[in-house]
């Protein structure tokens, strides 16, 4: 540790222990003196003592240059302790303390002679760690600063009279108090006061972990975001929950970023999640404990405030649980237990500051709770054995000291999130030398920063030639087709030239890098660097490489366009003898054309249109993005010159140029997402291009920065001139990419890899400079990234998690087929298939309440030899024979399947899913023959001990009791009774996440309108008959809205259409269950779509 040995009391001129603690010998003789102690001891090395010597003397030699501008102000020990001594008293090492001193300096050590010979010092009653914490001395502190004089004491005797008569006082040790609390431990080694919570005692924090879906969470959730990067990933699955109302802030920069800014979201209980606490994490590559633990606390006081002051939250309690995901630890390179002693340690700050306000009742409600979630099973294990240990250290409570599964949880081999992680390098340019004489105007520095989020390596500087490095561009970006014009020779001068010899080893190990830059440095064409000795492909074709520029961020709240609408500008129309037009981005613009309209959206294509025709285009009406194939220029003096070639004439002989440039699009009111500005190869064709020339790739890092400032989040341009062919193929992949759901860094690498295979010899991979956040995505319907699976446990793993995402409201069927096709096809294509997975494709088509591909598996599955069969999958195989039989209408069949499972029951006893299902069967049985006799004959079964895995299957054997026993004049109470002692049963067997118990309520409402006639609810209160029905649908929409399986709504419909087909025509119940039948119906319609 090194500095330590350098806060010990130095001894210098005023110190009275005349020991040299520089000496190795001194250690020694105290590690043999104290016996007691001695396995703790730790020797200083040599070294160390070497330089503890050096700063020593330098300290001693220190003599202050302005003695008469300083001022020392000298703290007083809150306890009048302040260590100044030892002696070896029975083998153990005692401490003597003096009154005169603030508890770390005695005022003998500290205080310099010059300043205590002048009377420049004064005296407080402040402990060393609070000097610069108590305010009531900061008026005297600022008085000094202003005048030179203060009302503050120099006479030491004015503290504490009583105590410095006697400098002197031995005490003994005492044992030394160890925490793991930030806050405690360094009040301990600065003497600080810790805050006086006026004798509240505060209990540690609670925490759980739960493996699910954010929907699902306990408590408002908290999630980080990192200032100037996109809502994705875990965040864009809580925007969706939310109903888009994060983007829609996030678009119009009123978002968290910087640490200290929070968003915080309360919503009814009845939603899920009921609420949100979005916090700023500040920059990504800055992120540390204390900055997340910061965050948290400073995001739950203000959140707390929030609450209060909303007059609709008048008399209610702040949550007193909170639930959490794991933040930074995805893309802040924080590990899982730094992100959660964080976490903890911020709500325990937040704790502490509230609950020393006693003065307001409600500062009493703190949140007791963490729940952390966490969506994948291996990230839920970890934290499991963290809070385990957290546990076990007395760091905090772990209860239930147990994963809590809840709907939505994943399973996974192995996370690897090294792909969606991405290096900072940042390039500034910099003074070559401090001063005002004239630096050389063709010498340039530039100042280098890596950050990986683990360690990082700063201001690492290079000086270049600006002519040189010009000269070896020119000859790299040359421009004649007939050439090979990719050097490998000169990418690698570029590379050994360009980056500082510290960073090199880094930057060759090719991982993803976002290239932070100011104006000069976004110049260079940073894309074309290759290291030769270690790969022959470039670093940006085997990383990702996505630039930013170093600049404020658009302040202006810009609106984007949200209807999914495209402008095409290919190969405006120029005049004869000026430019020649470019066939090959006639064919890109329709090409992307096409891509576009693939994807259902309303494309407005300008190709070969006139300057008018581009600019009326482009203002009456709002685009999502814009795509641009055409000349381009650059003009340094003079931005008006600078920008893409939509027009150009020969007036008096010369050529007038029109432009599109950044101006035009900044006075757009609803600004693009994203613009792609491609620039051909076919525009250097002949002499008359002579005058018409690019700045070697300054076009684009121009451009680039002009749109970006001006609220572009992603802009793609070509530094020069590139290949027709290869620019297609850019654009095709890039499009291809990104409207398959791939990030915009990922995209910006397939497109460059793809131009590398084709051509290497090529550079357009290198041409395109991309700006922006490189986990941007585009947002449209099909934006889902086909999965690749090659092992068989990766598709195993997949269909459990469609099979638990069937169960999620929000997922609809096609998006879930799509998956499950997807997987069908990745085991054709890598022969993956066996029995297991062939009934994990049945049990999954059976979830989706796909009958007829379920059977289908099922019986492929009896077909394979040696396969495994489980009796689960034989009891589905039966339901969906059943079923199918009941709209044959064919009796034979169903009362041979009846007998099947009867011999099952007989074989191996009676389960509660066993037993629902002859349920089932019976009551089809009666349905399909119309016989009231066999409905009315239907026995209920003993109740099975309910199971965790069972959730929905005892609420549907609950469904067929009810018909049974109101078929046998069986009374309402009996059904009561019965119901209350199943939900008992619930409450202490289960990890109820609220589906049980509200969807056995929603039964028992119905058999209570069969029964009476009337609906009583939970309460007691009488629901009108007027109002019967909005009621069951809205307790049915709560059921739903917490698992929303289909095949609990085809169950529900069954069920209610068999108790309709048995209820008299004049009954009460029945339009108001035909209502609830047709609401069921409208959301299996919902989601097939």
Same mark, same amino acid.
């Given at each position: 540790y090194?500095?330590?040995?350098?806060?010990?009391?130095?001894?210098?001129k005023?110190?009275?222990?005349?020991?040299?603690?520089?000496n190795?010998?001194?250690? &020694?003789?105290?590690h043999?003196?104290?016996?007691?102690?001695s396995?703790n001891?730790?020797?200083?090395?040599l070294?160390?003592?070497?330089q503890? =010597?050096?700063?020593?003397?330098?300290?001693?030699? #220190?003599?202050?240059?302005?003695?008469?501008?300083?001022?020392?102000?000298?703290?007083k =020990?809150?306890?009048?302790?302040?260590?100044?001594?030892?002696?070896?008293?029975?083998q153990?090492?005692?401490?003597?303390?003096?009154?005169e001193g603030?508890?770390?300096?005695?005022? /003998?050590?500290?205080?310099?002679?010059?300043?205590?010979?002048?009377n420049?010092?004064?005296?407080?009653?402040?402990?060393?760690?609070?000097?610069?914490?108590?305010?009531?001395f900061?008026?005297?502190?600022?008085s000094?600063?202003?005048?030179?004089?203060?009302?503050?004491?120099?006479?030491?005797?004015?503290?504490?009279r009583?105590?410095?008569?006697?400098?002197?006082?031995?005490?003994?040790r =005492?044992p030394?108090?160890f925490?793991?609390?930030?806050?405690?431990?360094?009040?301990?080694?600065?003497?600080?006061?810790?805050?006086?919570?006026?004798?509240?005692?505060l209990?540690?924090?609670?925490v759980?972990?739960s @493996?699910?879906?954010?929907?699902?969470a306990?408590?408002?959730?908290?999630?980080?975001?990192?200032?100037?990067?996109y809502?994705?990933?875990?965040?864009?699955?809580?925007?969706?929950?939310?109903?888009?109302?994060?983007m829609?802030?996030?678009e &119009?920069?009123?978002?968290?970023?910087s640490?200290?800014?929070?968003?915080?979201?309360?919503?009814?209980k009845?939603?899920?999640?009921?609420?949100?606490?979005?916090?700023?994490?500040?920059? *990504?590559?800055?992120?540390?404990?204390?900055?997340? =633990?910061?965050?948290v606390?400073?995001g739950?006081?203000d959140?707390?405030?929030?609450?209060?002051?909303?007059?609709?939250n008048d008399?209610e309690?702040?949550p007193s649980k909170?639930s959490?995901?794991?933040?930074?630890?995805?893309?802040?390179?924080?590990s899982?237990e730094?992100?959660?002693k964080?976490?903890i340690?911020?709500?325990?700050?937040? @704790?502490k500051t509230?609950?020393?306000? *006693?003065?307001?009742?409600?500062?009493?409600?703190?949140?007791?709770s963490?729940e952390?979630?966490?969506?994948?099973?291996?990230?839920?294990?970890?934290?499991?054995?963290?809070?385990?240990?957290?546990?076990?250290?007395?760091?905090?409570?772990f209860?239930?000291?147990?994963i809590?599964?809840?709907?939505?949880?994943?399973?996974?081999?192995?996370?690897?999130?090294?792909?969606?992680?991405?290096?900072?390098?940042?390039?500034?340019?910099?003074?070559l030398?401090?001063?005002?004489?004239?630096?050389?105007a063709?010498?340039?520095?530039?100042?280098?920063?890596?950050?990986?989020?683990?360690?990082?390596?700063?201001?690492r500087?290079? !000086?270049?030639?600006?002519?040189?490095?010009?000269?070896?561009l020119?000859?790299l970006?040359k421009?004649?087709e007939?050439?090979k014009n990719?050097? *490998?020779?000169i990418?690698?001068?570029?590379?050994?030239?360009?980056i500082? *010899?510290?960073?090199?080893?880094t930057?060759?190990?090719?991982?993803n890098?976002?290239?932070?830059?100011?104006?000069?440095?976004?110049?260079?064409?940073?894309?074309?660097?290759?290291d030769?000795?270690?790969?022959d492909?470039?670093?940006?074709?085997t990383?990702?490489?996505?630039?930013?520029?170093n600049?404020? !961020?658009?302040?202006?709240?810009k609106?984007?366009?949200?209807?999914?609408?495209?402008?095409?500008?290919?190969?405006?129309?120029l005049?004869?003898?000026?430019?020649p037009?470019?066939?090959?981005?006639v064919?890109?613009?329709?090409?992307?054309?096409?891509i576009?309209?693939?994807?259902?959206?309303?494309?407005t294509?300008i190709?070969?249109?006139?300057?008018?025709?581009?600019?009326?285009?482009l #203002?009456?009406?709002?685009?999502k993005?814009?795509?641009?194939?055409?000349h381009?220029?650059?003009?340094?003096?003079?931005?008006?010159?600078?920008?893409?070639?939509?027009?150009?004439?020969?007036?008096?002989?010369?050529i007038?140029?029109s432009?599109?440039?950044?101006?035009d699009?900044?006075?757009?009111?609803?600004?693009?997402?994203?613009?792609?500005?491609?620039?051909?190869y076919?525009?250097?064709?002949?002499?008359?291009d002579?005058?018409?020339? #690019?700045?070697?790739?300054?076009?684009?890092?121009?451009?680039?920065?002009?749109?970006? +400032?001006?609220?572009?989040?992603?802009?793609?341009?070509?530094?020069?001139?590139?290949?027709?062919?290869m620019?297609?193929?850019?654009?095709?992949?890039?499009?291809?990419?990104?409207?398959?759901?791939?990030?915009?860094?990922?995209?910006?690498?397939?497109?460059?890899?793809?131009?590398?295979?084709?051509?290497p @010899?090529?550079n357009?991979?290198?041409a395109?400079?991309?700006?922006?956040d490189?986990?941007?995505?585009? /947002?449209?319907?099909?934006?889902?990234?086909?999965?690749?699976?090659?092992?068989?446990?990766?598709?195993?793993?997949?269909?459990?998690?469609?099979?638990?995402q069937?169960?999620?409201?929000?997922?609809?069927?096609? /998006?879930?087929? $799509?998956?499950?096709?997807?997987?069908?096809e990745?085991?054709?294509?890598?022969?993956?298939?066996n029995?297991?997975l062939? %009934?994990?494709?049945?049990?999954?088509?059976?979830?989706?309440?796909?009958?007829?591909?379920?059977?289908?598996?099922?019986?492929?599955?009896?077909?394979?030899d040696?396969?495994?069969?489980?009796?689960r999958?034989?009891e589905?195989?039966?339901?969906i024979q059943?079923?199918?039989?009941?709209?044959?209408?064919?009796?034979?069949?169903?009362?041979?399947?009846?007998?099947?499972?009867?011999?099952?029951?007989?074989?191996?006893?009676?389960?509660?899913?066993? +037993?629902l299902?002859?349920?089932?069967?019976?009551q089809?049985m +009666?349905?399909?023959?119309?016989?009231?006799k066999?409905?009315?004959?239907?026995?209920?079964?003993s109740?099975?001990?309910?199971?965790?895995?069972?959730?929905?299957?005892?609420?549907e054997?609950?469904?067929?009791? $009810?018909?049974?026993?109101?078929?046998?004049?069986? !009374?309402?109470?009996?059904?009561?009774?019965?119901?209350?002692?199943?939900?008992?049963?619930l409450?202490?067997? !289960?990890?109820?996440?609220?589906?049980?118990?509200?969807?056995?309520?929603?039964?028992?409402?119905?058999?209570?309108?069969?029964?009476?006639?009337?609906?009583?609810?939970?309460?007691?209160?009488?629901?009108?008959?007027?109002k019967?029905?909005?009621?069951?649908?809205?307790?049915?929409?709560?059921?739903?809205?917490?698992?929303?399986?289909?095949?609990?709504?085809?169950?529900?419909i069954?069920?209610?259409?068999?108790?309709?087909?048995?209820l008299?025509?004049?009954?009460?119940?029945?339009?108001?269950l035909?209502?609830?039948?047709?609401y069921?119906? %409208?959301i299996?319609?919902?989601m097939?779509?």
């Open positions: 090194p500095g330590l040995l350098e806060l010990l009391h130095l001894n210098i005023n110190g009275i222990l005349y020991k040299d603690i520089t190795q010998s001194f250690w &020694n003789d105290l043999q003196a104290d016996q007691k102690f396995s001891w730790v020797i200083p090395d070294s160390d003592l070497t503890l =010597s050096a700063f020593k003397q330098s300290v001693e030699n #220190y003599s202050i240059p302005n003695p008469e501008s300083v001022y020392y102000i000298a703290g =020990s809150k306890d009048n302790r302040t260590p100044e001594n030892y002696s070896i008293i029975d153990s090492i005692e401490f003597e303390f003096t009154p603030d508890g770390t300096v005695t005022w /003998k050590e500290g205080i310099p002679s010059q300043l205590k010979d002048i420049h010092v004064y005296y407080v009653n402040a402990s060393h760690g609070q000097l610069a914490n108590d305010k009531k900061f008026p005297g502190i600022l000094i600063l202003n005048t030179g004089t203060t009302y503050l004491s120099k006479d030491p005797e004015t503290l504490s009583n105590t410095l008569h006697n400098p002197y006082t031995q005490i003994y =005492s030394i108090e925490t793991n609390n930030a806050e405690e431990l360094e009040n301990s080694l600065f003497d600080a006061d810790p805050i006086d919570y006026e004798n509240s005692t209990d540690k924090i609670n759980c972990i @493996n699910g879906d954010l929907k699902y306990d408590g408002p959730i908290m999630v980080g975001h990192f200032k100037g990067e809502i994705a990933k875990a965040e864009g699955d809580l925007n969706d929950a939310f109903g888009g109302m994060l829609k802030r996030f &119009n920069k009123v978002y968290p970023g640490i200290g800014t929070s968003l915080f979201i309360m919503r009814d009845k939603n899920r999640p009921n609420g949100a606490l979005i916090l700023g994490l500040g920059e *990504q590559f800055e992120t540390t404990g204390f900055t997340l =633990s910061t965050a606390k400073e739950i006081i959140a707390f405030h929030q609450f209060h002051e909303n007059p609709s008399g309690a702040f909170i959490s995901l794991l933040m930074g630890t995805a893309y802040g390179n924080l899982v730094t992100s959660l964080s976490i340690t911020g709500v325990e700050m937040a @704790n509230l609950a020393a306000k *006693q003065d307001e009742p409600y500062y009493e409600n703190i949140i007791k963490i952390f979630i966490e969506i994948f099973a291996d990230k839920a294990y970890t934290t499991y054995y963290i809070l385990s240990k957290f546990h076990e250290e007395g760091f905090t409570r209860d239930p000291d147990t809590t599964i809840k709907q939505g949880a994943l399973k996974n081999l192995s996370i690897d999130y090294s792909s969606d992680k991405w290096d900072q390098l940042t390039i500034r340019s910099t003074k030398w401090e001063g005002n004489s004239p630096h050389p063709h010498y340039k520095k530039f100042a280098f920063s890596l950050n990986n989020g683990i360690a990082k390596e700063e201001n500087e290079v !000086t270049i030639n600006k002519t040189q490095i010009n000269t070896l020119t000859k970006i421009e004649n007939s050439e990719w050097d *490998q020779a990418s690698k001068v570029l590379f050994e030239r360009l500082p *010899q510290e960073l090199k080893t930057i060759r190990m090719q991982k890098l976002v290239i932070n830059l100011d104006s000069e440095a976004a110049a260079y064409p940073w894309e074309l660097i290759q030769t000795n270690v790969n492909k470039p670093i940006c074709v990383a990702g490489m996505i630039r930013q520029l600049q404020k !961020t658009c302040l202006s709240k609106i984007y366009g949200e209807e999914n609408r495209v402008l095409i500008i290919g190969d405006p129309q005049e004869p003898n000026t430019y037009q470019l066939s090959g981005a064919l890109e613009a329709n090409s992307v054309t096409e576009f309209v693939g994807n259902e959206f309303q494309t294509s190709v070969k249109g006139s300057e008018i025709d581009i600019m009326m285009s #203002y009456e009406q709002t685009y993005y814009i795509h641009i194939a055409a381009g220029d650059f003009d340094p003096t003079e931005s008006l010159n600078s920008g893409v070639l939509i027009g150009a004439k020969i007036e008096n002989g010369e007038v140029k432009f599109l440039t950044a101006a699009i900044i006075q757009l009111d609803v600004m693009p997402e994203f613009v792609f500005i491609n620039t051909c076919s525009g250097k064709t002949n002499a008359v002579a005058s018409f020339t #690019y700045n070697p790739y300054e076009f684009a890092s121009n451009i680039g920065e002009e749109f970006i +400032a001006n609220g572009v989040k992603a802009i793609i341009v070509a530094g020069w001139p590139v290949y027709d062919d620019a297609l193929l850019f654009a095709d992949r890039f499009y291809e990419n990104m409207f398959s759901g791939s990030t915009f860094g990922e995209a910006v690498l397939n497109a460059r890899q793809a131009c590398f295979s084709a051509e @010899n090529k357009t991979w290198g395109y400079q991309c700006y922006g490189p986990m941007f995505r585009f /947002k449209t319907k099909n934006a889902s990234k086909p999965k690749v699976f090659k092992l068989p446990q990766e598709a195993a793993f997949e269909l459990d998690n469609i099979i638990t069937t169960d999620i409201p929000q997922l609809k069927y096609n /998006k879930l087929i $799509s998956k499950l096709q997807n997987v069908e990745n085991m054709l294509r890598f022969n993956l298939t029995g297991q062939l %009934e994990k494709l049945a049990f999954a088509n059976y979830s989706l309440g796909n009958d007829d591909e379920a059977l289908k598996k099922l019986n492929s599955l009896l077909e394979l040696g396969a495994s069969f489980s009796i999958s034989y589905h195989m039966l339901d059943s079923r199918k039989a009941v709209k044959e209408k064919d009796i034979d069949a169903l009362q041979k399947i009846t007998d099947k499972l009867k011999i099952l029951i007989q074989e191996l006893g009676e389960s509660s899913s066993r +037993a299902l002859l349920l089932n069967f019976m089809r +009666a349905y399909a023959t119309k016989d009231v066999a409905f009315q004959s239907i026995q209920i079964p109740l099975k001990q309910p199971k965790p895995s069972n959730k929905y299957n005892l609420v054997l609950v469904s067929i009791q $009810s018909a049974a026993l109101l078929s046998q004049g069986k !009374t309402l109470k009996d059904l009561e009774i019965h119901l209350k002692s199943i939900y008992k049963e409450k202490i067997n !289960t990890q109820s996440n609220g589906f049980q118990e509200k969807a056995l309520w929603l039964q028992f409402y119905i058999t209570q309108l069969i029964v009476t006639k009337k609906v009583t609810d939970k309460d007691g209160k009488h629901i009108s008959t007027s019967i029905g909005k009621f069951l649908i809205g307790e049915f929409q709560e059921v739903w809205d917490i698992k929303g399986s289909l095949r609990y709504v085809k169950n529900q069954e069920s209610l259409e068999i108790t309709l087909h048995f008299p025509e004049d009954h009460l119940a029945k339009p108001i035909k209502e609830l039948v047709d069921c119906q %409208e299996d319609e919902k097939m779509r």
